[in-house]
């Protein structure tokens, strides 16, 4: 074999950085698959590596840094390599329309966007140094995408839409991710029949906005209540989390089957309401009033039996007054979130929000966030405290050496909320399920014994 052969069959090994959240994950997941593929290894090591992938995120200005840290790194793990190839993937491309990245960092081989998740595989191998066309982003993967899991063996996200049409008045994802385009019902179901058959005890379904799946379909009738469903029918020891749920889309239907007995879907919503204040929600472009989030918590709390909440509030919204911040704080007070977080306004560019009067300073911002998260802070805790006592059926994610296994409840989502510590573990195995009596909390964590 010539050496030109055996230069064309060589497909450097791949160090990946995946950036963001858990719906930007199942996009490294798919860049990964298709990469594998194609014939790439992957490397765990960036020494071992010949290309770089970095998936970014672009939501907010504090992941903007972190793509940048990575993108300098790469650059460093480059330097005087030129065989090295490093490609940066993902939001950021899709949010920096000027292209200043490209320009800040010339060392940076490819440069791709969402269009281009499915392509990237053929760009490298066919060393093409393509930009995002900067067309409206329509990619979305299908249960035939060759994916790689990198989460926990027995843990996998289901992605079932992407884009946002909510147009929330601060947010930049339609911008990156486009308009909503949901998942056929059929696709969604055939990928979560491959993941529960491959061992996967926890489906987590996401998206921008699950509730909204489906209303950019409306000919072909199917709704989230109508893919739980048909998810809820297979077969197979296994759980189903919801994440991202929007206030403005609750409907009796689904209601009604999260009340039900029968689901395999936990009783744990996350709901970002971000503020409570109509004038704010209004000017927040939320689709909502008080009126209709309050009437919608209790219905929630009165008909879903051992219901967790979970919501995200915003504080120092471009005019919002301190009545109003009082108004929030109660407000949170007043509902009792077993889990929440807070986030201090910060304007994003080619968004509304960001050209609004009575810009509130980030100081003022920050200092508001901190006191509401004290708030639910305590709260929380005092959630946790109610939970002594009472028996759950757990998911186990690791066993520490025989010492003690970290699970999860109903009540906790992965790498967001709280774990549950068992000691003596005995017997206990990752990815399995098992019976627990919560014994104490410690901090933000639970503890717990087995009990069969």
Not at 279 to 301: D, G, W
Request: proline share 6%; with cysteine.
């Amino acid at each position: 074999m010539s050496s030109s052969d055996q230069k064309t069959l060589y497909k450097p090994a791949v160090f990946l950085v995946s950036l963001g959240c858990s719906k930007n994950l199942v996009d490294t997941e798919v860049i990964a698959g298709g990469l594998l593929t194609a014939g790439h290894t992957l490397a765990f090591d960036p020494e071992d590596a010949g290309l770089y992938v970095i998936n970014t995120c672009a939501f907010i200005p504090a992941a903007r840094s972190e793509a940048r840290e990575a993108i300098e790194e790469a650059i460093s793990w480059k330097k005087g390599k030129p065989e090295r190839k490093i490609l940066v993937a993902g939001c950021l491309t899709e949010w920096d329309r000027e292209n200043a990245f490209r320009s800040e960092y010339p060392e940076v081989d490819f440069w791709t966007g969402v269009n281009q998740i499915g392509e990237i595989a053929e760009l490298v191998d066919t060393s093409t140094p393509a930009l995002p066309s900067r067309t409206e982003p329509t990619y979305l993967y299908n249960e035939h995408t060759p994916r790689l899991q990198l989460t926990l063996p027995h843990l996998a996200y289901l992605k079932i839409a992407d884009g946002c049409n909510n147009r929330c008045t601060y947010c930049s994802i339609p911008n990156i991710r486009g308009k909503l385009r949901s998942r056929p019902i059929a696709s969604i179901v055939a990928e979560a029949r491959n993941l529960i058959s491959a061992g996967v005890r926890e489906l987590l379904v996401i998206a921008q906005d699950i509730t909204a799946y489906g209303l950019d379909r409306p000919e072909t009738g199917e709704t989230l209540t109508h893919l739980l469903e048909a998810l809820n029918e297979l077969e197979g020891e296994f759980v189903i989390r919801l994440l991202y749920t929007h206030p403005a889309h609750y409907t009796d239907e689904f209601i009604a089957f999260m009340a039900r007995r029968d689901t395999k879907v936990l009783p744990y919503l996350d709901i970002p309401l971000q503020h409570i204040s109509d004038r704010i929600l209004k000017a927040m472009n939320r689709h909502t009033t008080r009126a209709e989030i309050e009437s919608l918590l209790l219905k929630l709390r009165r008909d879903i039996p051992g219901l967790t909440l979970r919501t995200t509030f915003i504080t120092g919204f471009p005019g919002e007054t301190e009545e109003e911040f009082q108004e929030l704080v109660e407000f949170a007070e007043k509902f009792n979130f077993e889990r929440c977080g807070v986030f201090p306004y910060s304007p994003e560019p080619h968004t509304p929000a960001a050209t609004l009067p009575d810009q509130i300073p980030t100081k003022v911002a920050e200092t508001r966030s901190t006191k509401l998260m004290k708030q639910q802070m305590a709260r929380m805790k005092k959630a946790n405290r109610a939970l002594i006592g009472r028996e759950f059926r757990v998911l186990v994610d690791e066993v520490q050496r025989g010492r003690c296994a970290v699970a999860r409840g109903p009540m906790d989502a992965p790498e967001i909320d709280n774990v549950i510590i068992i000691e003596r573990p005995r017997g206990l195995k990752p990815g399995g399920f098992c019976d627990v009596r919560i014994t104490g909390t410690e901090n933000c964590e639970l503890t717990a014994e087995k009990i069969r």
